[in-house]
């Protein structure tokens, strides 16, 4: 892992994270970064300590390489999605389209290709850890600006502004409690998940571009690769409903009012 050494942050970070790398010198360079910047960090070198530890510690954020012994980083991914909906990064050292896709697929929020600047990195994880201070205190002064500027206090066809929540056909959204219902039964998203549809609910009926949404949801400049944003709107479709999301052919998505 290349280190650009930027300044340590002024306060630590105050959260828990879990590093699952099979090659010492990459895990204990990385646990010795994310430790200058605060970060309280458990490390594992294979897939089935990691998930032992992982059980153990219950960590805020798991970094999780995709090439690992006796439990690869997919099959990982996917166990610990069985267990928690704790964010979860992916690393990839070749950045094949096929290690991304799977573990997109398999339950990652995101993914970085190594080697990457030690800064990307801590960028990639606070943007991670910003997507889980949701609080029922109210949906715009916990999610940030581009989570929910519009949609706290606006209600689409049916909603609800007084009371925080949104109503699109059998889908609701409570902003304030971060609570999503279809059907009347509740829905267990991500908070990727949750803060990729706080944005279509915050703008019912209007196309958001792929680039928009990794802007506000995973707060990266667009440099071509959407596929983070393609297949987490497939697993909120599968969670919400697939004819919720209305795919808008060169453009991007909709939330179907």
């Not at 990727?192 to 196309?207: D, N």
């Amino acid at each position: 892992m290349r280190s650009a050494r930027p300044s340590p942050p002024a306060t630590a970070a105050e959260a828990h994270l879990l590093l699952v790398e099979d090659d010492e010198v990459i895990r204990n360079t990385v646990r010795m970064l994310l430790e200058r910047y605060g970060f309280t960090v458990s490390t594992a070198g294979d897939g089935l300590t990691g998930l032992e530890v992982f059980r153990e510690t219950e960590p805020d954020l798991l970094l999780l390489d995709v090439m690992l012994p006796d439990l690869d980083g997919i099959g990982l991914c996917r166990r610990v999605r069985e267990l928690s909906l704790a964010p979860i990064l992916m690393m990839s050292a070749r950045g094949d389209a096929l290690d991304v896709v799977a573990g997109l697929e398999a339950g990652a929020d995101d993914y970085v290709v190594k080697p990457c600047e030690s800064a990307v990195l801590v960028a990639r994880i606070r943007s991670l850890l910003r997507r889980v201070s949701f609080a029922p205190a109210g949906a715009g002064a916990t999610a940030g600006a581009g989570a929910t500027a519009g949609a706290g206090g606006r209600a689409g066809d049916g909603g609800r502004a007084d009371t925080g929540v949104l109503a699109f056909g059998d889908l609701t959204v409570d902003t304030r409690g971060m609570e999503v219902r279809r059907a009347g039964r509740v829905v267990a998203l991500t908070p990727t998940e949750l803060r990729m549809l706080l944005e279509f609910a915050g703008s019912p009926g209007v196309v958001l571009e792929r680039r928009t949404l990794l802007s506000r949801v995973w707060d990266h400049a667009w440099h071509g690769d959407t596929r983070v944003v393609d297949l987490h709107v497939q697993r909120l479709r599968a969670k919400i409903g697939a004819d919720r999301i209305e795919t808008v052919r060169g453009f991007g998505y909709k939330l179907r009012r």
